[in-house]
């Protein structure tokens, strides 16, 4: 699995763009990079998923630069509901037929304020 | 929206006792797994189920836990004899079956049941 690293906390103020970055600078060319979101006391929400270039929801974009070795999430005008741990996770989403194992690193905690 | 849900949302046991959480994975999902998250740290995988057996599991997971699906819609988590260090949020997830979309990352996971070993 790729090792990947993020900031470990990020302060932002309500209505503005926050972008967490992740590297993995050993990415495998079957990885797929997925970002999850988890709010206190509950469990981790899928956000988005991609492989290369952008990719954009209703909830975020994920930007992915041609070498693959970093991906940007990004959270257009944040509120204070966006308050929570984002997780950046790398690795091969077709190796396991029978289901993949999420492997969470600590994440970066996102604090938005008033 | 369908989800997974999880019960107690709230167990208190004492170190020795057997405790099984329960949880109901979302209908159509044929993926199962069992994370765990002590307070303050990361989310841990303990277990994956398909097809009524394990497909994977973590060094977490040793003979204490046990993992089965009893009935077509119940998927459980048995630790048989708590300790302290098994304190911890349990969240249960399931994820969609193959073949025609990709076995990617999306996985749904439930509210997690607090266990709280004295």
């Known amino acids: 699995l790729a090792k990947t690293t993020q900031p470990i906390s990020m302060d932002s103020y309500e209505g503005q763009e926050v972008n967490i970055t992740c590297s993995h600078n050993n990415i495998a060319t079957n990885d797929y990079i997925t970002w999850y979101q988890q709010f206190p006391s509950q469990g981790p929400r899928f956000i988005i998923q991609g492989y290369k270039t952008k990719v954009t929801n209703e909830v975020a974009s994920l930007f992915i630069p041609a070498d693959r070795k970093s991906s940007t999430l990004s959270l257009p005008r944040v509120s204070l509901s966006d308050t929570a741990v984002y997780y950046c996770l790398v690795g091969d989403a077709l190796a396991n037929q029978a289901g993949t194992a999420l492997i969470f690193g600590k994440g970066t905690t996102l604090s938005v304020s008033s | 929206e369908p989800e997974v849900t999880q019960t107690p949302s709230h167990q208190v046991t004492q170190m020795g006792q057997e405790v099984i959480l329960r949880c109901v994975p979302i209908?159509?999902?044929?993926?199962f797994y069992w994370y765990r998250q002590i307070l303050g740290q990361k989310v841990e995988f303990l277990v994956s189920?398909?097809?009524?057996?394990?497909?994977?599991k973590s060094e977490i997971f040793d003979d204490q836990f046990s993992v089965e699906r009893p009935d077509g819609s119940n998927f459980t988590l048995k630790i048989r004899s708590t300790k302290l260090e098994d304190s911890a949020m349990y969240f249960c997830?399931?994820?969609?079956?193959?073949?025609?979309?990709?076995?990617?990352?999306?996985?749904?996971f439930g509210p997690g049941t607090r266990l709280t070993v004295t």
């Open positions: 209908s159509n999902h044929l993926y």
């Open positions: 189920f398909y097809n009524n057996e394990i497909s994977e």
């Open positions: 997830a399931s994820s969609e079956p193959l073949p025609w979309r990709m076995v990617g990352y999306e996985q749904y």
